[in-house]
């Protein structure tokens, strides 16, 4: 990989620390304080999501768990209830589990180097990073989507991040402008505060760089080409029913299984596109009338597309065999019901607020 040149490197941190000092943001609330558990908790939250979508969720999520220890003594359909809307649930079954493996075998603490960091569930090399300069003080780079775009341009570095080669630039980058001293953790919140509010995906607001004479980029005119856009690709359609089956207000909903889409939180039950609707209700215990099909409601998920043909049901008895009074596997939910309520992904909730009012 290319080595900086020494005075490169000083201007680069300098401007960006100076920069920070007067324009970075000081104010999220997991910088207030910045413990190395809030400064996890919000790293996983901010994986692929916006600041201003997270700032709610992790309030929410700190006041109930405000520590590893609560959170490892609380239950997943809690955590699961707290992150619901938030997306990507797999984040929050592996803030979870390394909460439970933090307090049994750490005493709640959260470990300060890159390699034990890693051993964590959720915890790639830059969360590891941000965890230890930004919780612990310590030296060490990062490389979120931010740091990504704002490293590329400043290097003119070609090619799409997710291919190895560029993210080993990238990474190569970041390691030799980290600060070897206290001032790393300024310098991250630098890189991360520059990508989110100047050195944006479109419209970079170069004007406002502190970078600006430095970024290979800027001088040649094409900012917006770096980095490299991700090849397309193809995004499979799958097909199912939902079935909203309705008794007093309420609607039934099932447990998915704990990994997979939406795992471990709460749906509507699913059926085949060809497969009767009726039938899979009395697979779950209930007798119903058909009342009536609502327009299909598609979600894009990373690799691929789901569309949903909701189907309201009346349901009309239950009957002994089936699903329903099982442990765990279903419930009655009303939608209007002002309470937390169970973990339920968003799309679905959408779903049964439009058809049955609440929220």
């Not at 920069?19 to 908790?41: K, S």
């Not at 994986?47 to 992790?58: A, M, N």
């Not at 589990?97 to 470990?111: D, N, T």
């Not at 799309?347 to 049964?352: E, G, H, L, N, S």
């Amino acid at each position: 990989m290319t080595e900086l040149p020494t005075e490169r490197r000083d201007a680069v941190r300098s401007r960006l620390l100076t920069w920070q000092r007067e324009h970075g943001r000081h104010d999220l609330p997991w910088q207030t304080p910045a413990t190395p558990y809030r400064v996890w908790v919000s790293e996983i939250m901010l994986q692929q999501t916006r600041v201003e979508t997270v700032i709610p969720f992790f309030q929410r999520f700190i006041h109930r768990f405000p520590d590893v220890n609560s959170l490892a003594a609380g239950s997943l359909d809690e955590v699961l209830a707290l992150w619901a809307g938030l997306g990507y649930y797999a984040r929050a079954r592996n803030l979870h589990r390394a909460a439970a493996i933090l307090a049994s075998e750490a005493q709640g603490r959260i470990p300060s180097d890159l390699e034990s960091l890693q051993t964590l569930p959720g915890v790639g090399p830059s969360t590891a990073g941000a965890i230890r300069s930004l919780g612990h003080g310590l030296p060490a780079p990062i490389l979120d989507g931010n740091v990504k775009r704002v490293l590329a341009r400043l290097e003119a570095v070609p090619g799409w991040p997710g291919r190895s080669p560029v993210q080993r630039q990238l990474w190569s980058i970041s390691a030799q402008l980290a600060p070897e001293s206290d001032e790393c953790a300024r310098f991250n919140q630098g890189l991360m505060d520059l990508g989110a509010t100047v050195c944006t995906p479109t419209a970079p607001l170069c004007g406002g760089c502190p970078w600006q004479s430095l970024c290979h980029a800027y001088a040649e005119g094409t900012p917006e080409a770096y980095p490299g856009r991700r090849p397309r690709q193809h995004q499979p359609l799958r097909q199912v029913q939902v079935l909203l089956l309705e008794s007093q207000g309420h609607v039934l909903l099932e447990k998915r299984p704990p990994t997979g889409v939406w795992g471990g939180l709460w749906s509507l039950p699913e059926a085949d596109v060809d497969q009767s609707a009726q039938a899979r209700a009395l697979a779950l215990g209930v007798e119903c009338s058909r009342m009536a099909d609502l327009p299909p409601y598609e979600h894009t998920f990373s690799h691929f597309k789901l569309r949903m043909f909701p189907v309201r049901l009346a349901v009309q008895k239950q009957v002994s065999t089936g699903a329903i009074g099982e442990a765990g596997d279903v419930c009655w939910f009303n939608p209007r019901d002002d309470g937390e309520g169970p973990g339920i992904a968003a799309p679905i909730r959408r779903i049964v607020e439009a058809a049955l009012g609440g929220g």
